[in-house]
Nanobody, 130 residues
Framework: QVQLVESGGGLVQPGGSLRLSCAVSGRNLDYYAIGWFRQAPGKGREGIACITSTERTERSRYYADSVKGRFTISRDNIKNTVYLQMNSLKPEDTGVYYC????????????????????WGKGTLVTVSS
């Protein structure tokens, strides 16, 4: 069993920044990937960033085009926490942000997919508005 808990959401003005955290706990956490997904109001869940637990190859991070250059995903393996630093936020970044884990993933081959994720957090709301 694996638990994921997101935090750091809130209300921010356009152009502002937020840092989301995803605390991961559980057993058998050797190789895995953590994905951040966003669900905008009235839309489906989109995978926007992903990071592997190791950086054995250059394919250890992924960003969707909509967030590339503005968002940065990172991890602290000692704290078992993955972060999503979000800068230059836009109103279209509004939504519920979820983190999820895919066990056994070593190399990223594309965007994170909902159907590949084994466990999910409950989400944290980000609202970008003036």
């Amino acid at each position: 069993q694996v638990q994921l808990v997101e935090s750091g959401g809130g209300l921010v003005q356009p152009g502002g920044s937020l840092r989301l955290s995803c605390a991961v706990s559980g057993r058998n956490l050797d190789y895995y990937a953590i994905g951040w997904f966003r669900q905008a109001p009235g839309k489906g869940r989109e995978g926007i960033a992903c990071i592997t637990s190791t950086e054995r190859t250059e394919r250890s991070r992924y960003y969707a085009d909509s967030v590339k250059g503005r968002f940065t995903i990172s991890r602290d393996n000692i704290k078992n926490t993955v972060y999503l630093q979000m800068n230059s936020l836009k109103p279209e970044d509004t939504g519920v942000y979820y983190c999820a884990i895919e066990l056994g993933r070593v190399v990223l081959v594309g965007p994170p997919k909902m159907e590949d994720m084994d466990y999910w957090g409950k989400g944290t709301l980000v609202t970008v508005s003036s």
